[in-house]
Every structure is written in C-alpha cells, then in structure tokens.
C-alpha cells in the first residue's frame, strides 16, 4: 500500500495534538448554536402558529446556518494554510523539506490537505446543526447539498489563497494579512464594485445593458465570484421554482440560457484553485530566490555580531 | 582515494557581491574535512550548493561523481545536510521527528522503525524517544538533527557550524559521536570557526577566505607546509643562563624566546637567575630530529638541568591567522 503523504500524517498529528483543534472546534459550534439558538427565539414569536410556520422557521434556520458556516469558513481556512509553508521558513525546517527527497508538489498538496481535511471536519461539525432544520421543514435535499457543495468548494479556494500567499511570502504573520486581505477584497470589493456600477449608471443605460447578451454573461460571471451572492441567488432562484442547474433570462428579443451561479461559482473556485495550487509549486523551488537568501544572511550577520559581543561581556 | 566532493571553478554571486570565486575544491572518500573560514568568507554557500539548495552561477559541483545541477535528486540521496540551526516543529516527538523525514526520504515502513531505534541510540538519545523535540536541550537537538541527517544512510554528512553554541561537554560528545560516524564509512564536511576543536578531529582541512580557497589538504601537511620550522619548549631548572647562551649561537635556532616575556628587549636584558625558579625557553628550530636530539645531548653534557624538552605540537590557529588576512 503506498503511503500517505508525510506532510500531512506531520501536520495532523501535530495539528490534532493538544487542545487547540479542539478549542476551535468548539468555538465554531457555540457561535453556529449559539446563533441558531437566537433566531429560534426570535423567529418562533415572530411567525404565530398557522400552518406554513414550520417551513419558515425552518427556511431561517438553515439559511442563517449554511451563512454562519460559511463566514467561519472563509475566515478559518485561509489562516489554517497562510501559516503552513511561511511557517517551515520561520521555523527554518524549510531548507530541511527542500534538501529531501519531498518535490514541491508533494508539500504544497500535504499542506493542503492536511488544511483541508481540518476545514471539512469543520463543514461535517455543522450538518447535525443543519439537521435541525428538517425538524421544521421547508428544505429541500437540493437545498443541502448545493450548500455543502458551496461550503466545500469554498474552503478549498479560500485554503489554497492561504497557501498561496504563504509559499510567496517568508513570515506566516505577512502571509496571513495578504490571504485575510485577498478574502476581504473578495468578499467585500465584489459588492462593493456591484453597487458603484448601479450607481453610475444612468437608469436608461443600466436597462438598456440588461438586454444586452455580453452583460448578461458578464454580470452572472461577476456574482459567481462572490460564495455568499452566488449561494443567496441561487437560494432565491430555486425558491422561486427554477433549476438547480440553470437559469433563463428573457430579454426582448430572446431567452438565454445560463448556469445557476453555484454552478458556475463552483466552477470558477476550481480554475482559480488550480491556478493557485500551481503557482505555489512554482515558488518551492529548491533554488531560494537571491533576494531572500540575502536578507537571511544579512540578519544572520547581525546576530552573530550581537552574539559576539554578548560572549565578550 | 577517490573524491567524494569535487567542485571545479565553483562560483556564485550574490547581485554584484562575489560569495564564490572559482572554488577548486577535493574531498576524499572517508575523510572528516573541516571547512575554515571566516564569518561570509564562502563556507555556507558551498554547502547549500553542495546540498542542491543554491544553485551555482558558475562552474561545476559533483557529489560521488553526480552533478549538482543536472541530477539534484541523486545528490539529495547521497548527502545529509545538518543547517547551522536547528528546525524545530511544534507538538512533535524525537521519533515522529525521524519518522517524518524517514518518510519524506522514502524509506520503508518496516525498516524506518528499526532505524529510529538504532539512530536514536546511536546518538545516545533513545531515552528521549518520546520527548517532544521542543523539551530537548540544545544539545540533544543536534544531536537529533545528526540522527535525522543520517535517516537515509547518505555517505557524505555536510555539517555547517554544528557546534556553534554547544557547552563544552555537549562539544565533546558531538565530537566523539563525529569519530564513530567516520567509522561507520561517512565522509563528513565540517565547518566551524572553532579551530582547535577541527584540528582535533579533521583529517583534512580546507581554509576558505572571501570565496576563495587559499589552502586544503591533510591536516598534517598542511601544518608541516605552512611551518617549516618547528617550536622546541625547553623547561631548565638550572645552568638556565648558560642553555640560554648556548641556544642563542646554534646555528639551527632561528629565534629564541622567554616564555612570558613581553618582547625580545626584556629577554636580552640579564642572563636568566637560577634562583628565580625553573625557565622556560622557546627555540624557532630549523634542524631536524637528529639536529635536535644532538642539542638535547649537548644541552645536558653542558650540566644543563632540564625538565622538559617538547616539540609545540602545531596550532590550527596560527597556520589560519598566518594564511588569512581577516578582510572579508
């Protein structure tokens, strides 16, 4: 049998050793409860008692969920991986790595998934928490599984920005605030962008686009960039009765055809994911950039000189 | 022998900065070599390269015959590399630590715990198989990165600066450790600003010097080249004055000196006294072992008590100030 990639058995053991998965095991599932536990509250006295009560507060509680759920996951992921690679370089057991017979591929995908497999213990903490929607009703087995779906193919972006950043950059603290900063572009320039065009456009033009082919398949491409506007819109869309996997928009002159922005959204993290995984190989190159070499060398200096001095005291 | 380590007009550059000049540089099979230079003299670049971590701008590096550019993979099997500090991982125990890198060399399961076992004994660690490596003391954390260069059995052990910060018995420990390795077979590159240490413990040195080789080979050769004469230490306990005029007209002493005494003005100031004790004299001698056996003879047929008659065994330290010019 052959064996498991020895970045990730090393990375698990020390990973799970200890309390600190643990802990944040356990924070995770408070906040997820903790917030489910509030809208319960406020929703219940809020719906009355007719029939379709059940089905809304069962709707609230698991878009409120998979929410929450993916918030944590945008926000963990990157920092379980932002420290990964960065950290062998601070810790230098980076040069250790190189010299073996590890291949770049090898340690960029250990890292990865050993970042993985903590972030999907994460997603499959939260479906007991999901279930209790079922409870109330008003979900569809659709509904679940485009949400895990979305909160699987997130995670996995989100994990590899965080290598990413981390097989550029030699400190994990700069690598983490590049992939914190990377995911708050994201998620919050993309809405950002959406509101400016709405603004500056004229209403006249803005309709006059809306028919035009281009920026239909530019606008859908756009919001699929963005988990939680991809996922909301699909969430409306299948409420309203369309297909999991496609959507029709009529204009004037004709019905066009596109993915479900999951669909795509799914779709782009994998090309974009991709990318990222790749370009991170290229940086472990077992040649250190000359710049970098220099640096080291330079604060080695300094603390030899600093160590001299204190052994002549 | 054959060479284990060739390098031929080695050169790297840092941008403008030359870090190796066209470094020619042998080391024999199952040779300890010490690598002596200043701080930036050259010595870490050349084993990064020789470790495939750097690449080299010009020239050439072999390792066993396998260049290190063309085949780094095979190289990367050949050589252990020992950093001038120590990686250490969080959560991690001294063998999971070996087991890690026996995996990330690709050694079977089977035989990687066997040799968990005997590495960490031989590095007189196998009590602390179960101690996070972040508890060990400094000491036992090199010894354990020596364990872990040794994982994949290479035949050469490049070693940068492994004793820097040890405590003296932790120092003598990594040297015996050293010796049993060279019998096992290793070839072992060592580098150290720590000269009396090398000189105990190298069979062949090289001096290394703003990137550039200034002498390499045998140990002994090298102090016999660089000092062609030889220091005689002559302990008298009386007839003090006449040895010392009898030193000063034999033809093959070159210099004379008291020991202790500031310069050469105080010695010839007044003949030595008897009564203030046994001197101890210091003769540059150019002859050779029968020269100096006949000025023992004739020393003594002079009435000449003598208490100690010893060559200064050569000093590393001396033959490095006297090679280098410190400029770096």
Same mark, same amino acid.
């Given at each position: 049998?052959?064996?498991?990639?020895?970045?990730?058995?090393?990375?698990?053991?020390?990973?799970?050793?200890?309390?600190?998965?643990?802990? /944040?095991?356990?924070?995770?599932?408070?906040?997820?409860?903790?917030?489910? /536990?509030?809208?319960?509250?406020?929703?219940?006295?809020?719906?009355?008692?007719?029939?379709?009560?059940?089905?809304?507060?069962?709707?609230?509680?698991?878009?409120?969920? !998979?929410?929450?759920?993916?918030?944590?996951?945008?926000?963990?992921?990157?920092?379980?991986?932002?420290?990964?690679?960065?950290?062998?370089?601070?810790? %230098?057991?980076?040069?250790?790595?190189? !010299?073996?017979?590890?291949?770049?591929?090898?340690?960029?995908?250990?890292?990865?998934?050993?970042? $993985?497999?903590?972030?999907?213990?994460?997603?499959?903490?939260?479906?007991?928490?999901?279930?209790?929607?079922?409870?109330?009703?008003?979900?569809?087995?659709?509904?679940?599984?485009?949400?895990?779906?979305?909160?699987?193919?997130?995670?996995?972006?989100?994990? !590899?920005?965080?290598?990413?950043?981390?097989?550029?950059?030699?400190?994990?603290?700069?690598?983490?605030?590049?992939?914190?900063?990377?995911?708050?572009?994201?998620?919050?320039?993309?809405?950002?962008?959406?509101?400016?065009?709405?603004?500056?456009?004229?209403?006249?033009?803005?309709?006059?686009?809306?028919?035009?082919?281009?920026?239909?398949?530019?606008?859908?491409?756009?919001?699929?960039?963005?988990?939680?506007?991809?996922?909301?819109?699909?969430?409306? %869309?299948?409420?309203?009765?369309?297909?999991?996997?496609?959507?029709?928009?009529?204009?004037?002159?004709?019905?066009?055809?596109?993915?479900?922005?999951?669909?795509?959204?799914?779709?782009?993290?994998?090309?974009?994911?991709?990318?990222?995984?790749?370009?991170?190989?290229?940086?472990?190159?077992?040649?250190?950039?000359?710049?970098?070499?220099?640096?080291?060398?330079?604060?080695?200096?300094?603390?030899?000189?600093?160590?001299?001095?204190?052994?002549?005291? | 022998?054959?060479?284990?380590?060739?390098?031929?007009?080695?050169?790297?550059?840092?941008?403008?900065?030359?870090?190796?000049?066209?470094?020619? $540089?042998?080391?024999?099979?199952?040779?300890?070599?010490?690598?002596?230079?200043?701080?930036?003299?050259?010595? =870490? =670049?050349?084993?990064?390269?020789?470790?495939? #971590? #750097?690449?080299?701008?010009?020239?050439?590096?072999?390792?066993?015959?396998?260049?290190?550019?063309?085949?780094?993979?095979?190289?990367?099997?050949?050589?252990?590399?020992?950093?001038?500090?120590?990686?250490?991982?969080?959560?991690?125990?001294?063998?999971?630590?070996?087991?890690?890198?026996?995996?990330?060399?690709?050694?079977?399961?089977?035989?990687?715990?066997? /040799?968990?076992?005997?590495?960490?004994?031989?590095?007189?660690?196998?009590?602390?198989?179960?101690?996070?490596?972040?508890?060990?003391?400094?000491?036992?954390? %090199?010894?354990?990165?020596?364990?872990?260069?040794?994982?994949?059995?290479?035949? /050469? $052990?490049?070693?940068?600066?492994?004793?820097?910060?040890?405590? @003296?018995?932790?120092?003598?420990?990594?040297?015996?450790?050293?010796?049993?390795?060279?019998?096992?077979? +290793?070839?072992?590159?060592?580098?150290?600003?720590?000269?009396?240490?090398?000189?105990?413990?190298?069979?062949?040195?090289?001096?290394?010097?703003?990137?550039?080789?200034?002498?390499?080979?045998?140990? %002994?050769?090298?102090?016999?080249?660089?000092?062609?004469?030889?220091?005689?230490?002559?302990?008298?306990?009386?007839?003090?004055?006449?040895?010392?005029?009898?030193?000063?007209?034999? @033809?093959?002493?070159?210099?004379?000196?008291?020991?202790?005494?500031?310069?050469? +003005?105080?010695?010839?100031?007044?003949?030595?006294?008897?009564? =203030?004790?046994?001197?101890?004299?210091?003769?540059?001698?150019?002859?050779?072992?029968?020269?100096?056996?006949?000025?023992?003879?004739?020393?003594? =047929?002079?009435?000449?008590?003598?208490?100690?008659?010893?060559?200064?065994?050569?000093?590393?330290?001396?033959?490095?100030?006297?090679?280098?010019?410190?400029?770096?």
């Amino acid at each position: 049998m052959p064996e498991l990639n020895p970045i990730l058995i090393r990375d698990l053991r020390s990973r799970m050793r200890g309390a600190r998965a643990y802990i /944040l095991l356990t924070i995770y599932l408070t906040i997820l409860a903790g917030v489910s /536990l509030l809208l319960y509250v406020a929703i219940a006295g809020s719906v009355g008692s007719d029939l379709n009560a059940g089905r809304e507060i069962g709707r609230a509680l698991f878009f409120t969920i !998979a929410t929450v759920a993916l918030i944590e996951v945008c926000l963990i992921t990157p920092v379980l991986t932002s420290g990964s690679i960065a950290g062998e370089k601070e810790r %230098q057991t980076y040069d250790l790595l190189i !010299a073996s017979l590890l291949t770049p591929w090898q340690i960029v995908w250990g890292k990865l998934a050993s970042a $993985l497999a903590f972030a999907l213990l994460l997603i499959l903490a939260v479906v007991p928490v999901m279930s209790l929607a079922f409870l109330f009703g008003g979900v569809g087995l659709t509904e679940v599984l485009i949400a895990i779906v979305g909160l699987v193919a997130t995670a996995i972006l989100y994990a !590899a920005i965080g290598l990413f950043w981390s097989a550029l950059m030699q400190s994990s603290l700069g690598a983490t605030s590049f992939a914190i900063g990377t995911v708050i572009v994201i998620l919050l320039g993309i809405p950002f962008l959406i509101v400016i065009v709405t603004l500056i456009l004229e209403p006249s033009a803005l309709s006059r686009l809306l028919e035009s082919l281009w920026f239909i398949y530019i606008s859908r491409l756009f919001i699929s960039l963005h988990p939680f506007i991809a996922l909301g819109t699909t969430a409306s %869309q299948l409420s309203s009765g369309e297909s999991p996997f496609f959507e029709v928009v009529r204009t004037g002159t004709a019905n066009v055809v596109v993915l479900s922005p999951w669909l795509l959204y799914a779709i782009l993290s994998l090309i974009a994911t991709v990318i990222l995984v790749a370009s991170s190989v290229r940086h472990i190159h077992p040649v250190q950039p000359e710049s970098a070499r220099r640096r080291r060398a330079r604060s080695q200096d300094r603390q030899d000189v600093l160590g001299e001095r204190v052994s002549k005291r | 022998m054959t060479a284990i380590v060739e390098t031929r007009d080695l050169t790297r550059r840092y941008g403008s900065n030359l870090a190796l000049d066209h470094l020619n $540089l042998t080391i024999p099979e199952g040779a300890i070599f010490g690598f002596i230079g200043p701080n930036g003299a050259g010595k =870490t =670049t050349t084993m990064r390269i020789l470790t495939t #971590l #750097l690449a080299p701008s010009a020239g050439e590096a072999r390792v066993a015959g396998v260049s290190v550019v063309s085949d780094p993979r095979t190289v990367r099997r050949l050589v252990g590399f020992m950093p001038d500090f120590f990686g250490v991982y969080d959560n991690m125990k001294s063998w999971e630590y070996l087991d890690f890198f026996g995996r990330a060399y690709g050694i079977p399961a089977q035989r990687r715990q066997q /040799l968990i076992g005997e590495l960490l004994e031989l590095v007189d660690l196998g009590h602390k198989r179960d101690d996070l490596v972040m508890s060990l003391s400094r000491g036992m954390k %090199q010894r354990l990165s020596l364990a872990r260069a040794m994982m994949h059995d290479p035949q /050469l $052990l490049i070693l940068d600066e492994p004793a820097s910060g040890l405590d @003296p018995r932790a120092r003598i420990e990594l040297r015996e450790l050293l010796k049993e390795l060279r019998a096992l077979g +290793k070839t072992i590159m060592i580098s150290s600003h720590i000269l009396t240490e090398l000189a105990e413990m190298c069979t062949h040195i090289g001096i290394i010097e703003r990137g550039k080789l200034l002498a390499a080979g045998e140990v %002994q050769q090298i102090l016999r080249s660089m000092r062609p004469h030889r220091i005689v230490e002559i302990r008298i306990v009386s007839g003090a004055a006449h040895a010392e005029a009898m030193l000063r007209t034999h @033809p093959d002493v070159l210099e004379l000196r008291r020991e202790g005494a500031r310069d050469t +003005k105080e010695n010839e100031s007044e003949p030595l006294d008897d009564a =203030t004790g046994p001197h101890t004299l210091l003769a540059d001698f150019a002859g050779d072992e029968h020269a100096l056996s006949e000025l023992l003879a004739a020393l003594v =047929t002079a009435g000449v008590r003598i208490s100690h008659f010893a060559e200064q065994s050569g000093d590393l330290e001396d033959i490095f100030l006297h090679v280098t010019t410190g400029i770096v």
